[in-house]
């Protein structure tokens, strides 16, 4: 498989699917990526760690492996990821993930640009701090490298979580003002005819037997309902009400944001979701 055809993190759609126990998806989809380059092919780990740029060497990924290997389920798991193999090779991949990768991203959702959108679209917490988790989601999510090797990443379990639940602050029109900033970005640095991400079918993961959770098990107007409970419920709450993970939860929030709920009858709206309105 052509090393520009993988992101470093794993599409979640195919990562969720192998989600096993006591392994992280933080380590889990960029381990997977690198698997899927040893499918048919005599690499080393190392080297395919290093032909993708992946923050994960071959010791990290052959512990991932092992937890695999021991997995009731192997057996479907290994045919999973023989099915993605082949579907990288048989298939175009619309993004170039190492002309992604390579690209600087000092330029990525400017504080400025960030207290722009959250006025545009009556978003609280125009601060620096908050600008900064948005701008290591976007760029995890555009670059497909890990948000924890972002240039403005903090080494800090604390900071990681608010980067990861980040999907739940999102409404539609602050993804739509996001993607709008990203694009521009990526047309910036001369990539204008890529969409801005991309994530391949599931289709032919049917019939088999995987450790994870299936998103499209997930009713999104139950998750919506969920996650907007009794003023915004803990994403971890809204996942056991919906008997599914964390990080399914929060992947269906990244591609399906959460309206904002109405304002109660009779309670003025603050200035900024006025100003949203009337825009």
Not at 16 to 26: D, E
Not at 67 to 79: C, G, I, M, N, T
Not at 104 to 130: F, H
Not at 184 to 205: R, Y
Request: with cysteine; charged share 20%.
């Amino acid at each position: 498989i052509p090393a520009d055809r993988l992101p470093v993190v794993l599409w979640a759609q195919w990562s969720l699917r192998l989600a096993i126990p006591n392994c992280h998806q933080r380590y889990l989809a960029p381990a997977l990526s690198v698997a899927l380059l040893l499918v048919r092919s005599r690499i080393k780990l190392n080297d395919a760690a290093r032909s993708i740029n992946s923050p994960a060497n071959g010791q990290a990924v052959s512990r991932v492996l092992q937890l695999f290997e021991k997995h009731p389920q192997w057996s479907d798991v290994r045919a999973a990821l023989l099915r993605m193999a082949t579907y990288l090779r048989d298939h175009d991949v619309p993004i170039d993930y190492d002309r992604r990768r390579r690209l600087d991203y000092a330029a990525l959702l400017s504080d400025d640009a960030w207290a722009q959108i959250c006025r545009n679209t009556a978003t609280p917490g125009a601060r620096t701090a908050r600008a900064r988790i948005a701008r290591c989601y976007m760029f995890e999510r555009i670059s497909g490298l890990p948000a924890s090797v972002a240039p403005w990443a903090i080494n800090d379990e604390g900071f990681r979580t608010q980067v990861a639940d980040f999907p739940q602050y999102l409404t539609p029109e602050l993804a739509c003002e996001l993607d709008a900033n990203a694009r521009a970005f990526l047309a910036g640095c001369g990539i204008e005819t890529e969409p801005l991400t991309w994530q391949p079918p599931t289709s032919f993961l049917d019939g088999l037997a995987l450790p994870g959770a299936n998103p499209k098990a997930i009713s999104i107007g139950e998750l919506h309902d969920a996650v907007n409970a009794a003023g915004k419920k803990k994403l971890g709450t809204a996942a056991a009400e919906l008997a599914t993970s964390l990080d399914v939860v929060r992947h269906l929030l990244a591609t399906h944001p959460a309206p904002r709920e109405a304002p109660p009858e009779h309670v003025s709206w603050p200035l900024n979701h006025n100003r949203a309105y009337a825009r």
